[in-house]
Each structure stands twice: as C-alpha cells, then as structure tokens.
C-alpha cells in the first residue's frame, strides 16, 4: 500500500511564501510523474506543477514565475515552493503521484489534500 502525505499548508497574507511537501511511502520501485493540483470550493480541480523522475516540469500559466515544483527521488518526495502568494491561490492543494511502479503494477495516488489560505 502506497500513502502520500502531504504537509506545509496554512494561512499567508498576500505576497507570501509557502513551501508544501508531500512523502510517498510505501512498496515504490519508482515514481514517473509527481504534481500537484488544487480544488478551489466551487471550482474544479486544476493542475498547477508536474515534474517527471528525470526533473523536467509543466506549470500551469497562473503560477509561473511564481510557483517551483522540484522533487527528491531518493526519498519520493516532492515539493511545490509557492512565492509571492495572490488570494486566487487559495484551495486545496492535492499532491498526485502516477504511475507509481510497485510489486502489483502501476497505480496512481493522491495525497489527502492541505489548505492554502492566502488572505490579509
């Protein structure tokens, strides 16, 4: 069984930084894509950064500049450093990990979700 746990989410005031990390735990023999999205209430889910095993990464337009995924694969962890912070960045932010490759195939998980607040 493959668990992500994710951390680092709380309130910031506008122009602040947060940096989330999510762990994935578990029987892993490797991890292609690790990302993260976010869920604002009454909105879907939407991608916001996705970095592959060998570092390269996708953004969404409204973080770029702003947002840096990179990721840990010794330790299967990756993180979204989140920089100059805008009251639209407040949701749920979800960590995915795809195609995890474990002893019964590949799968994909998600994280449990953390809350971003960003509100002065």
């Known amino acids: 069984q493959v668990q992500l746990v994710e951390s680092g989410g709380g309130l910031v005031q506008p122009g602040g930084s947060l940096r989330l990390s999510c762990a994935a735990s578990?029987?892993?023999?490797?991890?292609?894509?690790m990302g993260w999205y976010r869920q604002a209430p009454g909105k879907q889910r939407e991608l916001v950064a996705v970095?592959?095993?060998?570092?390269?990464?996708n953004y969404a337009d409204s973080v770029k500049g702003r947002f840096t995924i990179s990721r840990d694969n010794a330790k299967n962890t990756v993180y979204l450093q989140m920089n100059s912070l805008k009251p639209e960045d407040t949701a749920v932010y979800y960590c995915?990990?795809?195609?995890?490759?474990?002893?019964?195939?590949?799968?994909?998980?998600w994280g449990q979700g953390t809350q971003v607040t960003v509100s002065s």
């Open positions: 995915n990990a795809d195609r995890v490759a474990t002893t019964s195939g590949l799968w994909d998980y």
């Open positions: 578990g029987s892993i023999f490797s991890i292609n894509y």
């Open positions: 970095i592959t095993s060998g570092g390269s990464t």
